[in-house]
DNA sequence: TACCAGGCTCCTT
DNA sequence: AAGGAGCATGGT
């Protein structure tokens, strides 16, 4: 791929790290190429990320698309330096300073994390790649994520075999509902509480994978996902355990305001997952 | 080898 | 409304 100036977005390394960026588990489709060097995938299209000690440059042809996708229009340094002063943020927005929210694809998204359930995010990606290697559109050097349609042609059986055990019925389900006309797109212009409700309507969306759509799908900042590591988080800021998801989930969001929750808890995340 | 993973559905209380 | 069993698979 040849690729001009103006195809090219070029930042500095203040508020981005690629590294922890595609580490910290919103996204599961990316490829090392090499040290600070990345394809990223994202429906259709692929970017190439370079990332030296100095700056980042991002290749593509569709930079605007690209732009958007990294959340380039946000402050991040201001989203940190109101974090830090809450209760245990300083170290966990020291060791993430470079992460952030990507704007993703709703649809490949809401799949995606439908896969994502008691999964390790390495299976989650392998699943992920065969689904589109085997539905995806023919890109030249690469596949797309497949449409709901692709999907939604196939039965329960094929995702089976593509080894996404029990979670198998739950895409051909969903696949169909979509295609069939269950829109993803109104869920813009819900609060994130009513959000949540309608996307548990679709068959193996729960609502810590309804909360995963909204963050990284529709950038709704103020939901805060509950899922293992966070429950870890959780236990080493009250000193013990608690095996309720709501009353985690409603505590760290009041600790963290919602306007901050997302971020918060991404920040948290990678730290708890990262170090481990 | 066991344990565990960015949990959900479905069935009981 | 709330709680718990069962679940497919493979990485570590």
Request: proline share 1%; charged share 30%; hydrophobic share 35%.
């Amino acid at each position: 791929m040849i690729y001009t100036q103006a195809d090219i977005i070029e930042i500095s390394t203040q508020d981005f790290d690629i590294r922890q960026i595609l580490d910290c588990g919103q996204i599961f489709r990316y490829e090392k190429i090499d040290e600070g060097k990345y394809y990223v995938y994202s429906l259709d299209k692929r970017c190439l990320v370079e990332q030296s000690d100095a700056c980042v440059k991002i290749y593509s042809k569709d930079r605007e698309y690209f732009w958007h996708y990294f959340d380039l229009d946000r402050d991040y340094s201001k989203i940190k330096e109101s974090l830090r002063e809450k209760p245990f943020m300083a170290q966990a927005v020291e060791y993430g300073s470079g992460i952030r929210i990507l704007n993703q694809d709703r649809w490949e998204m809401l799949i995606s994390f439908i896969i994502s359930a008691n999964n390790h995010i390495p299976r989650i990606k392998g699943i992920i790649r065969r689904l589109c290697d085997k539905l995806g559109k023919d890109m030249g050097e690469y596949k797309s994520f497949p449409t709901a349609q692709a999907m939604a042609s196939k039965d329960e059986t094929f995702y089976a075999e593509l080894g996404a055990g029990y979670r198998a019925k739950y895409l051909a389900d969903t696949a169909k509902r979509v295609a069939d006309g269950f829109d993803l797109d109104c869920v813009n212009e819900m609060q994130a509480d009513q959000a949540n409700k309608y996307l548990c309507k679709l068959l193996g969306v729960g609502e810590k994978v309804a909360d995963c759509i909204l963050l990284f799908g529709y950038h709704k900042i103020d939901v805060f996902p509950v899922d293992t590591w966070i429950r870890k988080v959780y236990r080493d800021i009250f000193g013990e355990s608690c095996d309720n998801k709501k009353i985690i989930r409603e505590k760290l969001i009041n600790m963290y305001s919602k306007e901050l929750a997302g971020y918060a808890q991404q920040y948290l995340f990678f730290n708890k997952r990262d170090m481990n």
